[in-house]
């Protein structure tokens, strides 16, 4: 927990006026709406791209494509990397 939190606690916690709990309470809804409400504004601001047919083309053939596993050895060999 961040020390400032920590601190609004703290004074929060020892306050003994409801109108001024409340109002904080208030507030706290208030900024949090904003923040969503924000948000959301800016999710609806991203247009969903549709992808060309080369994209879907380059997609198909790397789903499909079959690429060959080498194992570590052959590495090793190929590379001359042999412990001495």
């Known amino acids: 927990m961040s020390p400032l939190a920590k601190e609004i606690i703290d004074r929060l916690n020892i306050e003994d006026d409801e109108l ?3 109002e904080v309470l208030d507030f706290y809804e208030y900024v949090k709406q904003k923040k969503q409400s ?8 991203i247009e969903k791209d ?3 047919q080369d994209e879907i083309k380059l997609y198909e ?14 590495v ?4 001359n990397l042999y412990e001495k």
């Open 20 to 22: 001024i709990l409340s």
């Open 38 to 45: 924000e948000l959301r504004r800016n999710w609806s601001k």
């Open 50 to 52: 549709d992808p060309t």
């Open 61 to 74: 053939d790397y789903k499909n494509e079959k690429e060959e596993t080498v194992s570590l050895e052959s």
């Open 76 to 79: 090793i060999r190929e590379l």
